[in-house]
């Protein structure tokens, strides 16, 4: 009978003694085939055979994190952040922005298997030091936890675990509560002169509440003037559902205008020279001030779109479908009250009241002349001779 040791089956690794160890090691392949090695830290067979075994089923589950892995710093995990915002056709813009000035001074050197509650807290601090709005650092936190995030979905993983923020997402006292009324919306549309595109990205955002990278990214294609429809598609919007809006007779007249001599494929809000919209911050403050109120945000339309479907009747369930909004505590931020709502309200109390008063004043006479007649009718029976 031979004495030379049994081999393992093929695909099942090997142990081994690493010649100056006394430490038993463990040799596997990766998800690319490529070869790990480590200790297993013990002197004893039975430990090594059971790191291996747990290794093995890591690579055959997709769950498998090799130790060069643990070395992987933040900076790496970041890239698939912005290659995602490419391939998907975000705008990149404020990642670029808050990883460069941000998240890459003091994230970017570590190793992400690092990355915990002192770093965490230690970053906090650091942006409150910088007077950095709560909102502001909830945003940036969670593009690092993006980063995580993809980091763990990617095979091979590169990360062991998702980024928990439970325990770091600050109060936001900031949220803005602007939004534009009627008379105001009215006033932004006369100041528009010569900027069809402008005058379009105005009507579509206050009537519908479309977001600036919807509306910027809209092709012509995505318009039916046959059946005055706009139509988001699945996977361009913030949510990444789709919808479908029916377009109103100032819209339908606009984007008809829009849509003139240009192909499905072109972008639906372009310049006098043909060129896409991508930035008109300039345009925007400009407008602003010349209708008199400065500091209006575009994005303060799409809260107005929501006040304004609720309060005319729209339930708020189409509402939430129209503007794309998934989460019920953001529809319900942006669904603001306002003075004159307030002044509203009061209206309606006080009317309510005085027609309830009316009523039962009304009531009252009623009871009184029916019990005047009772009391006559009383009377005459007493003055009636007994038969």
């Known amino acids: 009978m031979s004495n030379d040791k049994k081999r393992r089956p093929r695909g099942s690794g090997s142990i081994y003694r690493q010649p100056g160890s006394r430490f038993w090691w463990i040799c596997y392949y990766d998800a690319n085939g490529d070869a790990v090695r480590e200790s297993s830290k013990s002197e004893k067979i039975t430990v090594a055979q059971n790191m291996l075994k747990a290794k093995l089923g890591e690579v055959a589950s997709g769950n498998f994190v090799s130790p060069k892995v643990q070395r992987i710093a933040v900076s790496e995990l970041f890239e698939a952040v912005?290659?995602?915002?490419?391939?998907?056709?975000?705008?990149?813009?404020?990642?670029?922005?808050?990883?460069?000035?941000?998240?890459?001074?003091?994230?970017?050197?570590?190793?992400?298997?690092?990355?915990?509650?002192?770093?965490?807290?230690?970053?906090?601090?650091?942006?409150?030091?910088?007077?950095?709005?709560?909102?502001?650092?909830?945003?940036?936190?969670?593009?690092?936890?993006?980063?995580?995030?993809?980091?763990?979905?990617?095979?091979p993983r590169k990360v062991t675990a998702l980024l928990d923020l439970s325990e770091h997402m600050l109060e936001e006292n900031n949220v803005r509560t602007g939004f534009v009324d009627e008379a105001q919306y009215h006033a932004l549309a006369e100041k528009v002169v010569g900027q069809p595109w402008l005058r379009t990205m105005l009507a579509l955002g206050y009537t519908?509440?479309?977001?600036?990278?919807?509306?910027l990214n809209m092709r012509v294609g995505q318009v039916d003037l046959f059946s005055r429809s706009i139509r988001l598609n699945p996977g361009e919007t913030k949510n990444g559902e789709g919808r479908t809006v029916t377009l109103t007779e100032e819209c339908y007249q606009l984007v008809a205008q829009m849509m003139r001599g240009r192909r499905a494929d072109e972008?639906?809000?372009t310049r006098e020279n043909s060129k896409p919209v991508k930035d008109f911050r300039v345009t925007w403050a400009a407008l602003t001030e010349s209708a008199k109120m400065p500091g209006l945000l575009f994005h303060d339309l799409r809260r107005?779109?929501?006040?304004?479907?609720?309060?005319?009747?729209?339930?708020?369930?189409?509402?939430?479908?129209?503007?794309g909004h998934k989460s019920r505590s953001v529809?319900?931020?942006?669904?603001?009250?306002?003075?004159?709502?307030?002044?509203?309200?009061?209206?309606?109390?006080?009317?309510?009241?005085?027609?309830?008063?009316?009523?039962?004043?009304?009531i009252h006479s009623s009871f009184i002349v029916e019990q005047t007649k009772d009391e006559n009718q009383q009377k005459g029976n007493a003055r009636k001779p007994v038969q």
């Open 304 to 323: 107005s779109a929501v006040r304004n479907m609720v309060r005319r009747g729209v339930t708020e369930r189409v509402a939430m479908r129209i503007s």
């Open 82 to 155: 912005l290659t995602d915002y490419r391939n998907n056709g975000k705008e990149i813009r404020f990642a670029e922005h808050n990883w460069k000035l941000h998240l890459e001074p003091f994230f970017g050197h570590m190793r992400a298997a690092n990355v915990g509650t002192d770093q965490l807290s230690g970053y906090i601090a650091k942006r409150k030091e910088e007077a950095a709005a709560n909102g502001t650092i909830n945003r940036e936190l969670a593009l690092l936890r993006r980063a995580f995030t993809l980091g763990y979905k990617a095979r």
């Open 208 to 215: 519908y509440g479309f977001r600036k990278a919807e509306l």
């Open 331 to 362: 529809f319900d931020r942006y669904n603001i009250v306002s003075e004159s709502d307030l002044a509203d309200a009061a209206l309606k109390v006080e009317s309510g009241a005085k027609a309830e008063l009316a009523r039962a004043d009304e």
């Open 267 to 269: 972008f639906l809000l």
